[in-house]
């Protein structure tokens, strides 16, 4: 099974900057898809970043010009670099890999004070 090692969350203030990194392991044996949900409080998960496997990428509307995704094909690591941060952005991140299914990791806690 896939393994994910999550870290960076944390509180920060308005304005700043955080670094979310994901490291997959396991029965991984070509390049995936990777990338980031997040959730926060009474809300849905909602697809924020993803990388292809020829590191193509997408985001979503609210994070464009502030968020950028980027991947370590040989530690199979997804990395999501925040700046700007707004108290929006406030919610648990999911890293996620395409390996059969979509699955995700545990989740990091981001908190961007008011």
């Known amino acids: 099974q896939v393994q994910f090692a999550e870290s960076g969350g944390g509180l920060v203030q308005p304005g700043g900057s955080l670094t979310l990194s994901c490291a997959a392991s396991?029965?991984?044996?070509?390049?995936?898809?990777m990338g980031w949900y997040r959730q926060a409080s009474g809300n849905t998960r909602e697809l924020v970043a993803i990388?292809?496997?020829?590191?193509?990428?997408n985001y979503i509307d609210a994070v464009k010009g502030r968020f950028a995704i980027s991947r370590d094909n040989g530690k199979n690591t997804v990395y999501l670099q925040m700046r700007s941060l707004k108290p929006e952005d406030t919610a648990v991140y999911y890293c996620f890999i395409d390996l059969y299914v979509r699955t995700w990791g545990q989740g990091i806690e981001v908190t961007v004070s008011s």
């Open positions: 396991g029965s991984i044996f070509n390049t995936y898809t």
């Open positions: 990388i292809t496997s020829q590191s193509t990428t």
